[in-house]
């Protein structure tokens, strides 16, 4: 399997200030034709499913604030809240679909707000 | 509207066999790989493995092959997620999830079950 690497696992944020959170997998995530990473970032608010927030390394999902942003190549992505508010708070994952069908998560950030 | 609708809680003793459902709508179901996701209380998401409703294949991570079974019924829009017999370490959250684009993410899923053995 191939292993997600999340850090740190918990922060807390004042709102309004910037928040980033880091992923890292045990081998690069770029596909046979060097086309697309398939590396995606989901938000689990407190008693929802995931939601998803980032596609495919840096895509946001269909009404995702621009507040979110993504990035990273091969091994190493990066989840950034420019400002961060109140409703952001939850457990980032990121998660890897590369591999089919062993799918695997990272061990989840938990955003708390200060 | 796109969606999968899950029961909100199943309880059971050990020993007994389980089937539950994700009942998709508002999206052609049989296209598109339908995955399930168990979440154990107070723990991360761990990805089980999916189905094609389509033809029916169903694929699995090696830490659930052999200890569960993942099927779809294409006449009824449905995938399950099935156990012969629970134990007590089965006890979590299992949600459903879908994509309704090839290769696509996957972007909508059920509310979950709570499975409690």
């Known amino acids: 399997d191939i292993v997600m690497t999340q850090s740190p696992l918990s922060l807390s944020v004042t709102p309004g200030e910037p928040a980033s959170i880091s992923c890292r997998s045990s081998r690069s995530l770029l596909d046979r034709d060097g086309a697309n990473i398939y590396l995606d970032w989901y938000l689990q608010k407190p008693g929802q499913p995931p939601q998803l927030l980032i596609y495919t390394v840096s895509y946001r999902a269909s009404g995702v604030p621009d507040r979110f942003s993504a990035s990273g190549s091969g091994t190493d992505f990066t989840l950034k809240i420019s400002r961060v508010e109140a409703d952001d708070v939850g457990i980032y994952y990121c998660m890897q679909r590369l591999d089919f069908p062993s799918y695997t998560f990272g061990q989840g950030t938990k955003l708390e707000i200060k | 509207e796109v969606q999968l609708v899950q029961p909100g809680a199943e309880v059971k003793k050990p020993g007994e066999s389980l089937k539950i459902s994700c009942k998709g709508s508002?999206?052609?179901?049989?296209?598109?790989?339908v995955a399930w996701v168990r979440q154990m209380p107070g723990k991360g998401l761990e990805w089980m493995g999916l189905?094609?409703?389509?033809?029916?294949?169903?694929r699995y991570s090696p830490s659930f092959r052999g200890q569960v079974t993942i099927s779809a019924d294409k006449s009824t829009n449905t995938a399950y997620l099935q156990w012969r017999s629970l134990r007590a370490s089965d006890t979590a959250i299992y949600f459903c999830a879908t994509r309704n684009r090839t290769a696509g993410p996957f972007e909508i899923w059920g509310q979950g079950t709570m499975v409690t053995v």
């Open positions: 508002g999206y052609r179901f049989t296209k598109f790989w």
């Open positions: 189905v094609f409703p389509g033809d029916s294949d169903s």
